[in-house]
């Protein structure tokens, strides 16, 4: 479980999301050891459900507005002020459409690479040594909804990381081949979509880095070169002196 603390009046949650909560449990904890390392306060809680998002995309509006409501009352009674998730999918779920959904939602939710660069700046924390060739892949999610292109890349080359950018980026990039239901649905064509993705990367860089856990589940059907962003991270991190 998280650390419970304030920050400045604050309850911060961190939810990760199901896919880190259910089946990447390395990343999760590698979430919570890196935001240990940065100071960054933070509670879990069991009783939180799905995002919804999934649901949605199904057509099952009713059931998220249920899933919604029941989240807002968990975390009313917890007195959760903040989220911290590292999936973009719920972060894209709870500031874009749970306000449509409930009327009394007004709990902000940042994305982990955000807060992580906060963190960084926080400490003073850069990476010495010789930087390592890597590329970096937008999720879907969150670059063209919710807008976060800059902050993960900084957070990299903070870390000794040095992006080789694909032509297919930002706005523009390619999506994994994943999301959707595709992956649970057509396995084939999302090896397939993932296997163009990565060939649209430099055949030098050593690591295709993304903080989407899907975008990395689904790259890595394709590439071992795949990296999830907090395995980047914290493996710099360990190793990394004021």
């Not at 968990?74 to 999936?87: A, L």
């Not at 890349?153 to 980026?169: A, D, K, P, Q, T």
């Amino acid at each position: 479980m998280g650390i419970f603390g304030f920050l400045k009046g604050e309850k911060v949650l961190y939810y990760p999301g199901c896919l880190t909560k259910g089946v990447l449990k390395q990343e999760l904890e590698n979430y919570k050891e890196i935001f240990n390392r940065l100071g960054i306060d933070f509670v879990m809680l069991d009783d939180a459900v799905c995002c919804g998002l999934p649901v949605l995309n199904a057509g099952y509006k009713k059931d998220v507005k249920k899933l919604a409501e029941k989240n807002l009352k968990i975390f009313k009674d917890k007195g959760i002020t903040k989220i911290i998730s590292n999936c973009p999918s719920c972060l894209h779920t709870f500031n874009d459409v749970y306000p449509k959904l409930v009327r009394d939602w007004d709990i902000p939710c940042e994305h982990a690479t955000v807060v992580i660069l906060r963190g960084l700046k926080k400490k003073g924390l850069r990476f010495k040594g010789e930087s390592e060739v890597v590329a970096y892949h937008d999720p879907c999610h969150l670059g063209r909804y919710s807008r976060i292109y800059d902050e993960p890349r900084e957070v990299i080359e903070m870390l000794g990381g040095r992006i080789v950018e694909s032509r297919f980026n930002r706005e523009g990039a390619l999506c994994c081949g994943g999301g959707g239901g595709v992956r649970a649905n057509f396995e084939k064509l999302a090896k397939d979509i993932a296997k163009s993705r990565v060939e649209s990367f430099d055949s030098e860089v050593g690591k295709i880095i993304s903080p989407c856990g899907l975008c990395y589940a689904n790259l890595k059907s394709a590439s071992d070169k795949s990296i999830e962003f907090s395995s980047f991270v914290l493996g710099k991190l360990r190793g990394l002196k004021r």
